[in-house]
């Protein structure tokens, strides 16, 4: 009879994948994923996704926030272009989270290309 191990189960990976989708914070363990070379393929694409996407929000939030610090006449503006690519940031990696619990692709157009390239 084979020995099955209940920390392998389908649930259990997938529970593992929701985590990295929580925004900022899958960053730090899809990142590792790929540091470590570990995991399936469905693991490591969506580890490159999150990644990039992670690293699309920071860079374009830096540069909004130098912008309005910097200046005078368009402070209000880049702000809310910031908060408006914080909150479609956020709103992403939840409708990624409704699309792994449906069981469905988790592919962004445009951004999984991209994410495709890197190691």
Known sequence: ?????????????RLQIFF?????????PAIWTLHRNEGGRQRKALSRLVV???LGWLFGYILLG???QTSESLTLPLLLMSSLLTS??????IWLM?????????????????SDRLP
């Open 88 to 93: 479609g940031y956020f709103l992403v990696n």
């Open 66 to 68: 130098t912008g309005a």
């Open 1 to 13: 009879m084979k020995d099955v191990d209940p920390l392998e189960s389908q649930d259990l990976k």
């Open 20 to 28: 990295y989708l929580i925004p900022v914070v899958g960053f730090f």
């Open 52 to 54: 990039t996407l992670a």
């Open 98 to 114: 409704v699309r792994l619990w449906q069981r469905k692709p988790l592919r962004l157009p445009g951004v999984s290309h991209l």
